[in-house]
C-alpha cells in the first residue's frame, strides 16, 4: 500500500515549451503533496506544498509562475514547468504523506528526469 | 532554520564490512527523523522512521539511533552487500501537523565493493 506514482519518468523538450509532471496517489488520498528538485550529487530542495483545492505554498526563491502548481483532486497532483529553459534540467521528485500504518509517513514518487535542450 | 548534514559525504567498503552513516540537525525540536535510500535515478524508499521520543528503530541489518538533545542520528548497517549500495538521506520533520515538510541532508554515497 502507499504508493505514489509519477509520470513521465523521463521527458526531453525544446527551450520555451512547457512540461507536464504528474504525481498520483494510487491506493490513498493525500490532501497533501510535496514537490522538490534535485540537482546531480546534491539533495532534495522542496519547491512547494500543494494543497487539495487552494493554491499551493512555495518555498523563498522558487518562481510559482515558473512551476505551476494544481492539485485538483484527491489523488493527483502537477507540477507545469512553464516555457522550460536549460537550466530547468533537474530531477523532480513528488512525495505525500500517507495516512496507512507503517508506510513510515512519506511515500516518494520515482522522480522525472527533466531535460530541456 | 533547520540545516541537516550528513558525514561521510561518499563511503566505500568492502563487503561483509558494519558501518556507521551519520546525521546532524541544528534544531532539536523535530517530530521525527526518517532515513531513505536512493538508487541513481530513483526515487526515495522510506528504510526507518524515528519518532522524537523514540532512541532508536531497527530493521532487518538496519538500525537507526536518535539523540535529539545533541542534533544528531546514526543509521548502522552490519554486513554490508553490494546490494546495500545507493545515496542514503536523512530527513527531519518539524512540528507542525499534517502539512510537515521534510528537511533532507546532504547524503551520504555508499559503494560496497564485492
Known amino acids: 500500500g502507499a504508493v505514489v506514482s509519477q509520470h513521465p519518468s523521463r521527458v526531453i523538450c525544446k527551450s520555451g515549451t512547457s512540461v507536464k509532471i504528474e504525481c498520483r496517489s494510487l491506493d490513498f488520498q493525500a490532501t497533501t503533496m510535496f514537490w522538490y528538485r534535485q540537482f546531480p550529487k546534491q539533495s532534495l530542495m522542496l519547491m512547494a506544498t500543494?494543497?487539495?483545492?487552494?493554491?499551493?505554498?512555495?518555498e523563498q526563491g522558487v518562481e510559482k509562475d515558473k512551476f505551476l502548481i494544481n492539485h485538483a483532486s484527491l489523488t493527483l497532483s502537477t507540477l507545469t514547468v512553464a516555457s522550460a529553459h536549460p537550466e530547468d534540467s533537474s530531477f523532480y521528485i513528488c512525495?505525500?504523506?500517507?495516512?496507512?500504518?507503517?508506510?513510515?509517513?512519506?511515500?516518494f514518487g520515482s522522480g522525472t528526469r527533466l531535460t530541456v535542450v | 532554520k533547520q540545516e541537516v548534514t550528513q558525514i561521510p559525504a561518499a563511503l566505500s567498503v568492502p563487503e561483509g564490512e558494519n558501518l556507521v552513516l551519520n546525521c546532524s540537525f541544528t534544531d532539536s525540536a523535530i517530530y521525527n527523523l526518517q532515513w531513505f535510500r536512493q538508487d541513481p535515478g530513483k526515487g526515495l524508499t522510506s528504510l526507518l522512521l524515528?519518532?522524537?521520543?523514540?532512541r532508536e528503530q531497527t530493521s532487518g541489518r538496519l538500525n537507526a539511533s536518535l539523540d535529539k538533545s545533541s542534533g544528531r542520528s546514526t543509521l548502522y548497517i552490519a554486513a554490508s552487500q553490494p546490494g546495500d549500495s545507493a545515496t542514503y538521506l536523512c530527513a527531519v520533520n518539524g512540528y507542525g501537523g499534517a502539512t510537515n515538510k521534510l528537511i533532507f541532508g546532504t547524503g551520504t554515497l555508499l559503494a560496497v565493493q564485492p
Open positions: 524515528i519518532q522524537s521520543s523514540q
Open positions: 500543494s494543497n487539495e483545492g487552494s493554491k499551493a505554498t512555495y
Open positions: 512525495s505525500a504523506r500517507s495516512p496507512l500504518p507503517g508506510t513510515y509517513g512519506y511515500t
